[in-house]
């Protein structure tokens, strides 16, 4: 017999082809049409939560709402004119609070003041006795936005516009503020008055030379 194994026919089966370059699927391995989810098997409309469920922009401010934090720990005001009193976040300080700040501060500047107009007493004390009173002020109040009657009683000075601290220049537009309130002929005193008590019917608890600088005075 002979040893030489005989040779496939010609009707064997052949070798699968090769895929396609690409490595893609062939054509109609593909899912058959209409067999995705159907359209309307999405969340029908009405299903998300209404506009308005989320903390409204600018004039939806609430008491307590603190607010997103600005550089420098101060919390981003609520727009101008729409301050609220609160547990937390954005509490203007009360009349009291204020008044007992400013005795604190007037016993400070008065003996400083009284000494240095001793030491002269003429015009040129009068003039030093108002720059003493000046200094003070703009420097505590530019440095860290309170005096020390401030620190006192637990007030600080914030700009009413973007509730951060106010700078020199503004904390010494405060205080010009209540230089003319003082020194205007006759009714100085009248005036001096109705800024100080102004805090008693105002809304935003402000005095007069608060609106003239655009300062508002909030619980520390």
Do not use: C
């Not at 699927?25 to 009405?46: A, E, V």
């Not at 939806?60 to 937390?88: E, H, R, S």
């Amino acid at each position: 017999m002979s040893s030489t194994p005989p040779e496939e026919p010609w009707d064997s089966p052949q070798e699968p082809p090769a895929p396609p370059p690409g490595g893609y699927p062939p054509p109609g391995s593909y899912p058959p049409p209409g067999s995705y989810p159907p359209p309307g098997s999405y969340p029908p409309p009405g299903s998300y939560p209404p506009p308005g469920s989320y903390p409204p922009p600018g004039g939806g401010w609430q008491q307590g709402w603190p607010g997103p934090v600005q550089p420098g720990g101060y919390p981003t005001p609520p727009p101008l004119g729409q301050w609220q009193q609160g547990p937390a976040g954005w509490q203007l300080a009360g009349w009291w609070h204020r008044v007992g700040a400013t005795i604190v501060d007037g016993l400070i500047v008065g003996i400083i003041a009284i000494v240095v107009y001793l030491g002269f007493r003429n015009v040129t004390g009068v003039i030093l006795a108002y720059l003493v009173q000046a200094v003070y002020l703009t420097a505590m109040l530019g440095q860290r936005g309170q005096t020390v009657g401030n620190m006192a009683v637990g007030t600080r000075v914030v700009d009413a516009r973007t509730g951060g601290p106010i700078s020199y220049g503004k904390a010494l537009g405060r205080w010009g503020a209540q230089f003319v309130l003082q020194i205007i002929p006759l009714v100085d005193l009248v005036l001096v008055l109705l800024d100080y008590l102004w805090p008693l019917w105002d809304a935003q608890n402000q005095t007069l030379h608060d609106k003239m600088a655009g300062t508002v005075v909030l619980r520390a």
